[in-house]
């Protein structure tokens, strides 16, 4: 094998899951690996070495509350109401056919603490717009005028708002509306600068909102009750909760729900680069049968050291200026070199900046006297401005008025005045470092640190670094490095008592829910309990998994494979090799131990029973970097004489495994597969490595790993129901403008949910969460169901699994993904299915991203990570009785606190017909049949020996949009700069089109995407 072999047999690709991973978040590691335990580092980190179980500060476990059972089955109607709200047009959400009875009982923690506010309590809403039009922190901060105006001065205390667009008071105002004349002035400020900007607020009465009806609902028997205001009543309860921590000072907030402490007690990690890990907390109000409860949950977040910018740029560590610009943009810093400013109160003014970004060469080009930047991220020494004789105390450069050659002279707001001595410098221009030194006698220390634009491209002020301290509690939004994400992992996972108890003990009081910080509490008339609450679940027993004439023990959510053979073997005769090197990564193998490795991998797979032959020659290649065009000539000479090409990576190098599957899956047609060399390296624990990649290797060549028993499929094994996933990514913070929403479909094709081809569209709009070519997408699927599966008819029923959709977009999948799914029957099925009633439609949506946990109150309840034991269901407690939901915790977590899996019913046409008549044998009601059947369809996973956190179908969608994100990675992830700081196109950050997710021919109809 030569070093760059690319003789005729060519070397010949995926990833362990591909890269040796099996499936999933923490706790969905498939394959073969055992249970991984987790170690921590106390609470800054990992686990903190606490007692097993949560145990509730007086230590006792409280009762579960009879009286909310005794609603919850008030609440079940007769089969005949069923009926009656369950009619398949009805464009409402099916009634609970009743509550799960399988499995063996258990009483629960959950992170949940009940509200109880006064049944008299009426809360009335306004809604709050601002001419001319502010966002972000201006607009917060002109609400907060507003509270201190004259017209609400008086109220003040029983008012709160979400400082954007509404308000809510406990007593209605003096006029439904008013218009509120303000002039801006800074936070901190007692009167606003000359000639500041003003502002019209307008404040308009919306509804009044009563607690009585809320609670009458929650409390009300009857199974057909509807309560509109629900969803505004929920919202302005969390806005109560909300504003404290708007107003504390010590909290930064991320988005409606997230609060973290930056106080010196905070939990915090060091990520590395600049940037802090902070534990914090996720809180929400939610309706629930019979109260209204508040979810509390620990939530993690990066966040940018705050202290000198100087020692952030130096510990961003990267000679990669348009890096550097990226991480900095949006920073807010507060200026030092200015002489200190104290309001009435005798609190300091904070002089507060937003960073643009870098000094570049083309700032303040339509200047009249530009800028001179000698090149791009230059430092004080390079950078110049016109400097007049005006003295200002800020290296400001002058406005050209648009359109007109005359200079404006930039204004200095109270932020912005001189301190230093007047300059007598006639008009020129002068270098940053010059002026610093001249106005404040300052010797720059860091002069090979950038300076900042804390104005603008068409209008920069520039500053030092080294004048600039950066302001705490701001939220990094940029995408974590592969080390600061394994610190945040390692951080972030800690054992479920550890989480229960910080909830308790600080995530109470972070999240307002404390009456003795939180004094509005008792103004609106609320009170919260200091406890979690508990409630019953259940733990189903988990389904038998079967392969070649053997079934598997599965023990803990997981078995193991030794001495059995796949259900169904994939053949495999051309197939190949191919070791990867790069500049600065170290070679696993060298020529006799690759193929001594290569040989042992190929028993591997026939130990399994895959069918395969000896490998043709492989070879070494090394790449000159990335981009080296000779890997496209390798895979372009495979596909022409190979099925399948294993390819072992130097590293788990996300931009090189990225560009394997553009190139395999989309251009050339030839399935990937990527391992790992230092893993596939390892004698130890190696057969577990392999087998776990031999489950890809028979996926992908169409065979069928293990099979779940007949019993706990039900009806789904009779051959009549084709089960579809469907989900749909967004592009992230720092993609490229053009970045596109994309859905991808799964569907199975064969009886035993062994196969499931997929599909990929582009969204025709970005951030677009329905489906906009969801007709085309099911139709392809169905054609599929009968070229690939066999089968002679068209599937009775359709299952779909529709993950990432949240409660606000429930509506919207029913009255717009719905109909587009029943278009594309109506174009295949014969008049005499749809006479029937054909195909019958169940959509179940499945949540993933919500913050509801679990701990189990017992040790017996346990498994060996102190979580719920696999299997875990809780449908009561936590739910409301009028819908049909469930939680699910399927898997065992390696590590960590396990997260249960939310299923929505949205419509079900398909479990209540079939069992309309007669159940199967000890279920006593359909939602039973759909708990244990969601529960089986998590063992279905072909990629891993344990079951899932989420059932198959939305899993294998999931897996699906990340590939997509594999051949749109150019848009995806951050694009380049050039020089001259412009956004560099290429073809591939073109617009993407449709073609760019065309899997090729060779593959499109198999699971190319495992």
């Known amino acids: 094998m030569s070093d760059r072999g690319r003789g005729p047999r060519g070397g010949y690709g995926g990833r362990g899951g591909d890269r040796g991973r099996g499936g999933g978040n923490r706790g969905d590691r498939g394959g073969f690996s055992g249970f991984a335990r987790g170690r921590g580092r106390g609470d800054g980190g990992g686990f903190s070495g606490g007692p097993p179980l949560y145990l509730a500060p007086d230590g006792v476990v409280p009762l579960i509350d009879a009286s909310i059972q005794k609603m919850e089955d008030s609440l079940q109607g007769d089969e005949k109401t069923l009926q009656m709200l369950n009619t398949s047009l009805k464009p409402t959400y099916p009634v609970r056919p009743g509550y799960g009875t399988r499995g063996d009982p258990v009483v629960l923690w959950a992170n949940y603490v009940q509200m109880t506010p006064l049944p008299t309590l009426c809360l009335y809403r306004y809604s709050v717009s601002v001419t001319p039009p502010a966002i972000g922190r201006k607009l917060t901060q002109i609400v907060r005028l507003l509270l201190e105006a004259d017209e609400l001065i008086d109220r003040r205390r029983d008012i709160v708002t979400d400082f954007k667009s509404t308000l809510i008071a406990r007593e209605r105002l003096a006029r439904d509306e008013m218009v509120v004349d303000l002039a801006y002035r800074s936070e901190g400020a007692d009167e606003p600068r000359a000639n500041p900007q003003m502002y019209k607020v307008h404040l308009q009465f919306t509804d009044e909102l009563s607690m009585n009806e809320l609670t009458g609902y929650l409390t009300g028997s009857n199974v057909a009750a509807t309560y509109t205001d629900q969803f505004p009543m929920i919202q302005a309860l969390n806005i109560l909760l909300k504003h404290y921590a708007k107003e504390a000072g010590n909290l930064a907030s991320i988005g409606a729900s997230k609060t973290f402490s930056l106080g010196p007690d905070a939990a915090k990690f060091d990520l590395g680069r600049g940037l802090d890990a902070i534990r914090g907390f996720f809180s929400s109000v939610r309706a629930a049968t019979g109260r209204v409860l508040v979810n509390v949950n620990v939530s993690h977040a990066a966040f940018y050291q705050s202290g000198p910018l100087d020692n952030l740029m130096t510990a961003f560590q990267t000679g990669n200026k348009y890096a550097l610009d990226k991480f900095l943009k949006g920073v807010r810093i507060q200026t030092t070199h200015l002489k200190e400013k104290r309001n009435r109160r005798g609190e300091l003014i904070p002089r507060i900046k937003t960073i643009c970004g870098l ?588 079951a899932v956190s989420i059932c198959t179908p939305a899993y294998y969608a999931d897996i699906l949009c990340e590939r997509a994100r594999c051949y749109l990675s150019n848009v995806f992830d951050s694009p380049s700069q050039s020089a001259t700081g412009s956004v560099v196109e290429s073809e591939h950050e073109a617009e993407p089109s449709q073609e760019d997710l065309g899997v090729h021919e060779n593959l499109k109809d198999t699971m190319f995407y495992i």
Request: charged share 20%; glycine share 8%; with cysteine.
């Open 359 to 946: 000094a570049s060469p083309i700032d303040g080009r339509h200047l009249d006297h530009p800028p001179q930047v000698s090149v791009y991220g230059a430092g004080p020494k390079d950078v110049s401005f016109w400097h007049g004789s005006q003295g200002h105390s800020q290296p400001a450069t002058q406005q050209a008025e648009k359109g007109k050659g005359k200079k404006k002279k930039k204004k200095t707001s109270d932020n912005e005045q001189s301190t230093g001595p007047p300059s007598s410098t006639p008009e020129a221009y002068i270098t940053v470092n010059e002026f610093f030194s001249r106005t404040y006698g300052m010797q720059l220390r860091r002069p090979d640190l950038p300076v900042v634009n804390v104005g603008t491209k068409d209008s920069p002020t520039y500053l030092p670094p080294e004048v600039c301290v950066v302001v705490p509690g701001q939220a990094a939004k940029a995408k974590l490095s592969p080390s600061q994400t394994q610190g945040m992992i390692r951080f972030a996972v800690r054992k479920p008592a550890d989480n229960a108890r910080s909830i308790v003990t600080q995530g109470l009081k972070a999240s307002g829910l404390d009456p003795a910080t939180n004094a509005l509490l008792e103004q609106f008339g609320v009170s919260i309990s200091s406890s979690l609450i508990t409630v019953p679940g259940r733990v189903l027993g988990a389904p038998r998994i079967m392969y070649q004439k053997a079934p598997a023990p599965v023990r803990f959510g997981g078995w193991n494979m030794n001495n059995i053979k796949f259900n169904k073997c994939g053949q495999l005769a051309n197939w190949s090799y191919l070791l990867l090197s790069l500049p600065g990564f170290s070679d696993a193998f060298d020529k006799e131990s690759f193929g001594r490795t290569i040989a042992t991998f190929g028993q591997a797979l026939m130990a399994v029973g895959i069918r395969v032959a000896p490998p043709m020659a492989g070879q070494r290649l090394q790449l000159d970097d990335m981009a080296d065009p000779s890997l496209d000539a390798i895979l372009a000479a495979a596909a022409k004489r190979l099925k399948l090409l294993l390819i072992v990576l130097p590293d788990a190098n996300t931009p090189l495994y990225n560009r394997i599957k553009r190139l395999g899956d989309v251009k050339y047609g030839i399935h990937t597969i990527c391992t790992v060399g230092h893993k596939l390296a390892k004698e130890r624990g190696q057969d577990q490595y392999m087998a776990n990649v031999a489950l890809k290797f028979n996926l992908k060549l169409g065979g069928q790993n293990q099979i779940v028993d007949n019993a706990r499929l039900g009806m789904l094994r009779e051959d009549k129901t084709m089960v579809v996933g469907l989900d749909v990514t967004h592009p992230s913070p720092g993609s490229h403008p053009n970045a596109p929403s994309i859905a991808g479909m799964v569907a199975s094709v064969d009886s035993i949910f062994a196969q499931w081809p997929a599909t990929l569209r582009i969204q025709s709009k970005a951030r677009r969460e329905m489906v906009s070519d969801l007709e085309d997408m099911l139709r392809t699927r169905l054609l599929l169901w009968g070229s690939k599966g066999g089968h002679k008819q068209l599937p009775e029923n359709i299952l779909v699994y529709r993950d990432g959709v949240s409660e606000g977009q429930y509506q919207t999948v029913l009255h717009e993904e719905l109909p587009l799914l029943r278009k594309a029957c109506e174009k295949l099925y014969p008049a005499t299915d749809q006479k029937k009633g054909l195909p019958r439609f169940t959509v179940i949506i499945v949540g993933k991203r919500h913050h509801t946990r679990f701990y189990p109150t017992r040790e017996a309840d346990a498994d060996r990570s102190s979580n719920p034991k696999p299997g875990t269901v809780v449908d009561r407690g936590v739910t409301e009785a009028r819908n049909w939901d469930f939680y699910l915790q399927a898997h065992a977590a390696i590590q960590g606190t396990a997260r249960p899996a939310h299923y929505f019913v949205l419509i079900d046409e398909v479990f209540r017909q079939r069992y309309k008549t007669t159940l199967p044998h000890g279920y006593k009601n359909v939602a039973d049949i759909v708990e244990e059947t969601t529960q089986a369809l998590c063992y279905t996973f072909g990629r891993a020996t344990r």
